[in-house]
């Protein structure tokens, strides 16, 4: 079994940071790409970064330059920083992991609980 465990979120006031984290365990032979996305209340899910396995990365323009997506491979574990914070920022953030139990088969998705970040002065 894999579980992911998310920590980080909390109450920030604009123009401050948040770091996430997002911890794989259980039976990981290896970790392909990984996301965050967050969802706002009414909303749709939308994808704010994404690193790739040889640490490429990517961003909306709604968060580049402010979010960084990094990765800890020794660890299993991924992170996004974020700062700039601005209130369109709060959502609940998920992290997406694609990973791989063995050497035989594809990647599966694999999905964090969400974590809440919100912020307001």
């Known amino acids: 079994q894999v579980q992911l465990v998310e920590s980080g979120g909390g109450l920030v006031q604009p123009g401050g940071s948040l770091r996430l984290s997002c911890a794989a365990s259980g039976r990981i032979f290896s970790i392909d790409h990984s996301d965050w996305y967050r969802q706002a209340p009414g909303k749709q899910r939308e994808l704010v970064a994404t690193i790739t396995s040889s640490s490429i990365t990517n961003y909306p323009d709604s968060v580049k330059g402010r979010f960084t997506i990094s990765r800890d491979n020794a660890k299993n574990t991924v992170y996004l920083q974020m700062n700039s914070l601005k209130p369109e920022d709060t959502a609940v953030y998920y992290c997406?992991?694609?990973?791989?139990?063995?050497?035989?088969?594809?990647?599966?998705?694999?999905w964090g609980q969400g974590t809440q970040v919100t912020v307001s002065s």
């Open positions: 997406k992991v694609h990973l791989r139990t063995g050497i035989m088969g594809p990647a599966r998705a694999y």
